[in-house]
């Protein structure tokens, strides 16, 4: 199973502080961009580079590696995923956004799919799937099977937090996919809450709880 969990300090110091009940909209969305942002440095381990030839600040000719131009785009699922997305084009300032919006019925804990706008030549792009929250896995395995049916084959997904009962479905729906999280939790609540999760990220993101 393609699970990444960082365990670097930085990423588990933030992802500590952002569990502190009582935090503030601007630490929660100062952080869920820091997190974004280390987390797409691990996603993005295996882009492949290029050898070029430039010239060196005393005129001599240094040979550089660049990435090699592989299209990207960042696919933050509305809303939450936008408190992400700073973060993760800092460090691919180039990247397309792909936006899609679902949200997840609080009784039947389904996913509601309600917004679309893909990036062009998707079937060529690297997709960085972003939202903080992955519990049941619905909203991410219909995120996922929305971006195949477009021919996008190419998919990494980025959360703050997983459940291990998402894990294991995305897992099971689409095997080949990595996962790359700053938590594995410990299980669902009732409502389908992570525990010890984060609360609402949405609702802390936008103050709208
Ligand atoms: O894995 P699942 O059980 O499908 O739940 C995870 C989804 O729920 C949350 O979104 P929410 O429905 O609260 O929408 P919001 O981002 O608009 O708040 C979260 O940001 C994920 O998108
Ligand atoms: O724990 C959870 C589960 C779904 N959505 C959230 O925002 N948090
Ligand atoms: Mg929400």
């Not at 592989?70 to 800092?90: D, S």
């Not at 893909?118 to 929305?146: F, K, N, Y």
Request: glycine letters at 10%.
């Amino acid at each position: 199973m393609p699970l990444h969990v960082i365990e670097h300090p930085l990423v588990q110091h933030k992802l500590g502080l952002m569990r502190e009940a009582g935090i503030s909209t601007k630490s929660f969305r100062e952080l869920a961009n820091e997190l974004g942002n280390l987390l797409t440095y691990e996603a993005t381990q295996d882009f492949a580079l290029e050898p070029h030839q430039i010239k060196g600040w005393d005129g001599t000719p240094v040979t550089v590696q660049r990435l090699q131009g592989k299209k990207v785009t960042v696919v933050p699922i509305l809303r939450a995923g936008i408190g992400m997305l700073e973060g993760v084009l800092g460090l691919l300032p180039s990247a397309k956004v792909s936006v899609v919006g679902l949200y997840r019925n609080e009784e039947t804990l389904e996913p509601v799919a309600y917004f679309e706008k893909l990036a062009g030549e998707i079937s060529q792009r690297t997709a960085l799937v972003i939202d903080p929250m992955l519990a049941t896995g619905g909203t991410m395995i219909a995120t996922l099977d929305m971006l195949k049916q477009k021919g996008c084959n190419d998919i990494r997904v980025l959360v703050l937090v997983a459940a291990p009962e998402g894990v294991e479905k995305v897992s099971a729906a689409h095997p080949e996919i990595p996962i790359y999280t700053a938590a594995l939790d410990d299980h669902l609540n009732d409502h389908g809450y992570i525990v010890p999760g984060l609360g609402d990220a949405g609702d802390k993101i936008f103050g709208t709880r």
